[in-house]
């Protein structure tokens, strides 16, 4: 005979948002008991941020420069 193995269902699909919720209390909880645990967190993201400013001034930079270098004319007149 051939007997299928049980494949009862998984939980529910509601289930998820429950274990998510849990996740993120539990989380939570870690940030209460230790606040400077995200610190170096905050410090990366900032530090991104801060490049990310960087590179479009520079960008920009770029642009009016090369617009500027653009408009010279060589020729006398």
Known sequence: MNETPD???????????????????????????????????????VTGLLVVAALIVIAIIVAKVTEAANGISLVGG
């Open 7 to 45: 494949r009862s269902p998984g939980p529910p699909a509601d289930r998820w948002w429950d274990v998510l919720l849990a996740d993120l209390r539990g989380r939570w909880e870690a940030v209460r008991r230790e606040p400077d645990a995200g610190y170096s967190t905050e410090t990366v993201v």
